[in-house]
Nanobody, 129 residues
C-alpha cells in the first residue's frame, strides 16, 4: 500500500522560507515521477497547480510562478521528497500536496495531476504580508 505523508507546512511572513517533506512508503516503481501540487483557497481540486516535479531519471520541472524560489529534491535513502521554498509570497498560500505517478514518467506530462496515481493528504502553507 502506497503512502505519502506531507509535513513542514505552517504560517510565515512574506520573504521567509519553508521546507516541505513527503515521506513515501510502499512505492515499487523504478521509473516514476514525484511532484508537489498546490490548491489555493477557493480553487477546486481540478485546479491544482503543479509547483515542482522530479522523475527517477533526474528530470525536473518547476512552475513559472516558483522558478528561482523553490527547489525540489529527494533523498532516496530516506524515501523522502522535499521542496525548499524561499522568498515566499502571499500568493503561495495554499494546501500543498505530494504526489507520485509512473504515468507522468512516460508521458512527460509532469504537471498533469491525472498522471499521478498516489497522493498525500496535504500540508497547509500560509504566507502573510
Amino acid at each position: 500500500q502506497v503512502q505519502l505523508v506531507e509535513s513542514g507546512g505552517g504560517s510565515v511572513q512574506s520573504g521567509e522560507s519553508l521546507r516541505l517533506s513527503c515521506a513515501v512508503s510502499g512505492l515499487t516503481y523504478s521509473r516514476i515521477c514525484m511532484g508537489w501540487f498546490r490548491q489555493a483557497p477557493g480553487k477546486e481540486r481540478e485546479e491544482r497547480e503543479g509547483v515542482a516535479a522530479i522523475c527517477s531519471d533526474g528530470r525536473t520541472r518547476y512552475g513559472n510562478s516558483v522558478k528561482g524560489r523553490f527547489t525540489i529534491s529527494r533523498d532516496n535513502a530516506k524515501n523522502t521528497l522535499y521542496v525548499q521554498m524561499n522568498s515566499l509570497k502571499p500568493e503561495d498560500t495554499a494546501m500543498y500536496y505530494c504526489a507520485a505517478g509512473s504515468s507522468a514518467y512516460w508521458s512527460n506530462l509532469m504537471f498533469n495531476q491525472h498522471h499521478y496515481a498516489h497522493w498525500g493528504q496535504g500540508t497547509q502553507v500560509t504566507v502573510s504580508s
